[in-house]
């Protein structure tokens, strides 16, 4: 079931890299498949490709240099608290992390719970961290896959809302596996947000129930 918003949900994204999670989000948006509207690009690299992005796109970006917060007791909080202060100013209702390569503190996690959103290139609770796609295969797992999930202060162990499967080969590498899953991510990242922009998801202590979902198929099996 479809439920149209007044006015689009108001999205922020943070990301430290090249933004292709985010051009997901935004190509969905301009494409009429998510109702929502990107309010402000916040990246912790200034020459980060995502706030590239957010200009080609009329989008407000933002650099906040972690520079200056170096060094106080407080750094990591000091520092989400600017970020906070921006997410304030522009009314954000949903925070998406998008290759984000910076742990928040309860600072953002506490102001924003259940109203921020990451997406990991792995099965979770599999293999949260770095270097996932090298585990998946060293691990010989016939799946790998991606999973959008609410953001707690644990790293990688929020509520999952949405996960995508994909098959691992016998010859894959770290970089052919992340491709596959990649292109996963850019389909279920615009759907999460098109989710919680309907109202449908409800979080009920570690799991996720979505209105109205549609059950799919009743097995994934690999290698077939």
Known sequence: MSISRATPLRV??????????????IDAIEAGQAQAQIVAVISNKKDAVALERARKH???DSFVDPKPFAGRPDSREAYDRSLLEILQQ??????????????VTAVLVNAY???????????LPSFPGLDVQKKAIDWGCK????????????VDEGPIIIQAAVPVFD?????????????QEHKIYPLAVQLFAEGRLRVDGRR???????PGSQAIISPV
Do not use: W
């Open 12 to 25: 922020a994204v943070l990301a430290s890299g090249r933004g292709s999670n985010l051009q997901a989000v």
């Open 58 to 60: 009329g989008l407000t």
């Open 113 to 123: 719970a259940d109203r921020m959103m990451n997406i990991h290139p792995s099965l």
């Open 171 to 183: 010859d894959d590498t770290s970089e052919t596996l992340a491709a596959r899953i990649l292109v």
């Open 90 to 103: 522009h009314d954000v209702e949903l925070v998406l992390l998008a290759g984000y390569m910076k742990i």
């Open 143 to 154: 799946l790998a896959g991606c999973t959008v999930h609410f953001v707690t202060e644990g």
């Open 208 to 214: 996720v129930l979505i209105e109205d979902a549609k």
